[in-house]
């Protein structure tokens, strides 16, 4: 079992949680991921690790609400148990010294960019985090941004806070607008990297985004999460989670994601027609 030791609601249906996994700390590195199962008859679902804290032995993940699984997830606390984690898995980022590194990260991706936007800095490259939220009360983490970033940007789709502009609108200005971008990095909802990946693409911008594909056992095992890479078949898992956005075959990504909506909703249906009082 592994204990929570804290828990925050850091914007609505965002959550952060604070596990003790001394194994997991000691090895994880930006990009990588867990996998955790909430309870003996719970499915396995893939979070990313925005924190560690290698003395504590304790991982930070931020997940959002989306299915029934993170729902029940939510409304664990501190002093409760994960039946199950499992990690860190996947390639870790990529860390070199690029020059210009553009770190975009919207919704849950605001704290899953951290990691990689603070080891990219300290690599010696010059950092613009850029993140996205629908308003200007779903951001968090802009003042832990602010601090590991050369520059941080905030935009809003409401134009509730500074520029009335989603990310790929951002990136494009920034182009227009001279910026030399040597590396982007995106890490979010599967709309934002596939927009943002084809914004940079004219530009020859190498772009890496992460992968949220459907993952069973994460360990590239039973094929759940494969994706097509520049023609290949790739297993997210194992392979990835970061690929190559001008090489990413997004539709085929984004009906695989969609596979199992009927069942979600059947199964987020049938556990809060049980849970009422909390809906
Ligand atoms: Fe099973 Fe990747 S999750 S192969």
């Given at each position: 079992?592994?204990?929570?030791?804290?828990?925050?609601?850091?914007?609505?249906?965002?959550?952060?949680?604070?596990?003790?996994?001394?194994?997991?700390?000691?090895?994880?590195?930006?990009?990588?991921?867990?996998?955790?199962?909430?309870?003996?008859?719970?499915?396995?679902?893939?979070?990313?690790?925005?924190?560690?804290?290698?003395?504590?032995?304790?991982?930070?993940?931020?997940?959002?609400?989306?299915?029934t699984?993170?729902?029940?997830?939510?409304?664990f606390?501190?002093?409760?148990?994960?039946?199950?984690l499992?990690?860190?898995?996947?390639?870790?980022?990529?860390?070199?010294?690029?020059?210009?590194?553009v770190?975009?990260?919207?919704?849950?991706?605001?704290?899953?960019?951290?990691?990689?936007?603070?080891?990219?800095?300290?690599?010696?490259?010059?950092?613009?985090?850029?993140?996205?939220?629908?308003?200007?009360?779903?951001?968090f983490?802009?003042?832990?941004?602010?601090?590991?970033?050369?520059?941080?940007?905030?935009?809003?789709?409401?134009?509730?806070y500074?520029?009335q502009?989603?990310?790929p609108?951002?990136?494009?200005?920034?182009?227009?607008?001279?910026?030399?971008?040597?590396?982007?990095?995106a890490?979010?909802?599967?709309?934002?990297?596939?927009?943002?990946?084809?914004t940079?693409?004219?530009?020859?911008?190498?772009?890496?985004?992460h992968?949220?594909?459907?993952?069973?056992?994460?360990?590239?095992?039973?094929?759940?999460?494969r994706?097509?890479?520049?023609?290949?078949?790739?297993?997210?898992?194992?392979?990835?989670?970061?690929?190559?956005?001008?090489?990413?075959?997004?539709?085929?990504l984004?009906?695989?994601?969609?596979?199992?909506?009927?069942?979600?909703?059947?199964?987020?249906?049938?556990?809060?027609?049980?849970n009422?009082?909390?809906?």
């Amino acid at each position: 079992m592994y204990k929570i030791l804290a828990k925050e609601e850091l914007v609505p249906n965002i959550h952060l949680i604070k596990v003790s996994a001394p194994a997991v700390a000691q090895k994880v590195r930006p990009g990588q991921f867990v996998i955790i199962t909430i309870d003996e008859r719970g499915e396995r679902i893939p979070l990313t690790v925005a924190d560690w804290d290698r003395e504590e032995g304790a991982i930070t993940i931020v997940f959002m609400e989306v299915g029934t699984t993170t729902q029940r997830l939510a409304l664990f606390n501190a002093g409760d148990s994960i039946y199950s984690l499992v990690g860190p898995l996947g390639i870790p980022t990529h860390i070199d010294k690029f020059g210009t590194v553009v770190c975009v990260g919207g919704c849950y991706g605001i704290a899953a960019i951290m990691p990689i936007a603070r080891a990219m800095r300290e690599a010696g490259n010059k950092v613009i985090s850029v993140i996205e939220a629908r308003s200007k009360y779903l951001l968090f983490w802009q003042e832990e941004l602010e601090r590991i970033s050369d520059q941080l940007i905030v935009t809003t789709g409401d134009g509730s806070y500074a520029p009335q502009r989603w990310i790929p609108d951002q990136i494009r200005h920034m182009i227009d607008g001279g910026e030399k971008i040597d590396l982007l990095i995106a890490f979010g909802c599967t709309y934002m990297m596939k927009l943002s990946s084809e914004t940079t693409k004219p530009f020859g911008i190498k772009t890496v985004v992460h992968l949220g594909s459907i993952m069973v056992d994460g360990t590239g095992m039973c094929g759940c999460c494969r994706v097509s890479v520049g023609g290949e078949t790739k297993f997210a898992c194992v392979d990835g989670p970061e690929f190559d956005g001008h090489q990413v075959d997004w539709d085929l990504l984004l009906s695989r994601q969609s596979g199992y909506q009927d069942e979600e909703i059947r199964s987020l249906q049938e556990w809060e027609s049980q849970n009422w009082c909390r809906t």
